[in-house]
């Protein structure tokens, strides 16, 4: 018995130093034959470190969890950016005509009708519909800023800096801000606006003052007279000026999507007004269409006033 004690001790001391195995120990106590207790040590096998799994070094887990952190962050501000169709295909349609425009207008047509405008402003000594129009687009801006800044709480962009664009730049600097801007349909009240949307934007002597200035366009440029006279020969000119010169076409166009963006945020400034049942909202944003410019000052002037 004590042969075959010597003989296991000596195996698994052996086994003990066998590479990939470090020795843990536990003690046990067996009977010699003469029903003695002797004391022998049993090695227990445990997995070598070197064969566990091991998982990633904590700096590369922290600059992989950098890197996530600082890609979101980019993508953060671009992630919730929505396109509107509509608003998108003008402003792409109104630069490609442009420039299309500009490429194939006999040289220094534009250049022309410019420089009687440096001279002149209210008499340019050119077409009175185009000089209408012309003039019309430095004014629309302010309309179209009295429909526009009441939603613009919320928006992604700022609306100012495009608003301001606009009066010279037209639906090319609006543009953008139009094609992301996203519809705010809720009621209302003053106290949520800015100082000066609530002052004078929302401002019903500014308002009446803005239609007369605007409603004045059409008089000062010599339209009405022009129109009374010989309607014929008005629109005969007007048409050769837009065929020769890209200013006049390129002009013609913005002012008629400046038109269609003005109507078409009508029934949701209505809605902010508590007006959103039945046709009402969209006969009124189309009966502006009739007279372009005068249309949009005029609804601004007799639109219900936000609650207090």
């Given at each position: 018995?004590?042969?075959?004690?010597?003989?296991?001790?000596?195996?698994?001391?052996?086994?003990?130093?066998?590479?990939?195995?470090?020795?843990?120990?536990?003690?046990?106590?067996?009977?010699?034959?003469?029903?003695?207790?002797?004391?022998?040590?049993?090695?227990?096998?445990t997995v070598s470190s070197s064969l566990q799994p091991k998982s990633l070094h904590p700096t590369i887990l922290k600059s992989k969890d950098n890197d996530v952190a600082e890609s979101d962050a980019q993508l953060g501000f671009w992630s919730d950016v929505s396109i509107n169709p509509p608003y998108a295909v003008a402003f792409v349609t109104f630069l490609a005509f442009a420039f299309y425009r500009s490429f194939t207008e006999p040289d220094g047509a534009s250049t022309k009708v410019l420089e009687g405008?440096?001279?002149?402003?209210?008499?340019?000594?050119?077409?009175?519909?185009?000089?209408?129009?012309?003039?019309?687009?430095?004014?629309?801006?302010?309309?179209?800023?009295?429909?526009?800044?009441?939603?613009?709480?919320?928006?992604?962009?700022?609306?100012?800096?495009?608003?301001?664009?606009?009066?010279?730049?037209?639906?090319?600097?609006?543009?953008?801000?139009?094609?992301?801007?996203?519809?705010?349909?809720?009621?209302?009240?003053?106290?949520?606006?800015?100082?000066?949307?609530?002052?004078?934007?929302?401002?019903?002597?500014?308002?009446?003052?803005?239609?007369?200035?605007?409603?004045?366009?059409?008089?000062?440029?010599?339209?009405?007279?022009?129109?009374?006279?010989?309607?014929?020969?008005?629109?005969?000119?007007y048409g050769e000026l837009f065929a020769n010169t890209a200013i006049a076409s390129a002009s013609t166009m913005d002012f008629f999507i400046l038109t269609l963006v003005a109507a078409s945020l009508i029934p949701e400034d209505l809605a902010r007004r508590g007006v959103k049942e039945g046709a009402a909202p969209y006969t009124i944003a189309a009966s502006t269409v009739l007279l372009p410019g005068v249309g949009a000052a005029l609804y601004c002037a007799l639109r219900p006033e936000l609650e207090e």
């Amino acid at each position: 018995m004590k042969i075959f004690s010597t003989l296991f001790l000596l195996s698994a001391v052996s086994f003990d130093t066998a590479t990939g195995f470090a020795p843990g120990h536990s003690k046990q106590f067996a009977k010699s034959g003469s029903g003695v207790g002797t004391e022998i040590t049993i090695p227990l096998l445990t997995v070598s470190s070197s064969l566990q799994p091991k998982s990633l070094h904590p700096t590369i887990l922290k600059s992989k969890d950098n890197d996530v952190a600082e890609s979101d962050a980019q993508l953060g501000f671009w992630s919730d950016v929505s396109i509107n169709p509509p608003y998108a295909v003008a402003f792409v349609t109104f630069l490609a005509f442009a420039f299309y425009r500009s490429f194939t207008e006999p040289d220094g047509a534009s250049t022309k009708v410019l420089e009687g405008f440096f001279a002149d402003p209210l008499n340019p000594g050119c077409n009175e519909l185009f000089v209408t129009i012309f003039n019309l687009l430095g004014l629309y801006f302010v309309p179209i800023s009295c429909l526009v800044m009441p939603g613009a709480k919320g928006q992604k962009f700022p609306a100012t800096p495009f608003l301001l664009g606009s009066m010279l730049g037209g639906y090319g600097f609006l543009g953008p801000y139009m094609m992301t801007r996203k519809p705010s349909l809720e009621i209302a009240n003053k106290s949520e606006l800015g100082w000066f949307t609530t002052n004078v934007l929302e401002n019903k002597i500014v308002n009446w003052t803005v239609l007369a200035v605007i409603s004045s366009a059409y008089v000062s440029s010599g339209f009405i007279n022009a129109l009374l006279d010989d309607s014929n020969k008005l629109l005969s000119g007007y048409g050769e000026l837009f065929a020769n010169t890209a200013i006049a076409s390129a002009s013609t166009m913005d002012f008629f999507i400046l038109t269609l963006v003005a109507a078409s945020l009508i029934p949701e400034d209505l809605a902010r007004r508590g007006v959103k049942e039945g046709a009402a909202p969209y006969t009124i944003a189309a009966s502006t269409v009739l007279l372009p410019g005068v249309g949009a000052a005029l609804y601004c002037a007799l639109r219900p006033e936000l609650e207090e």
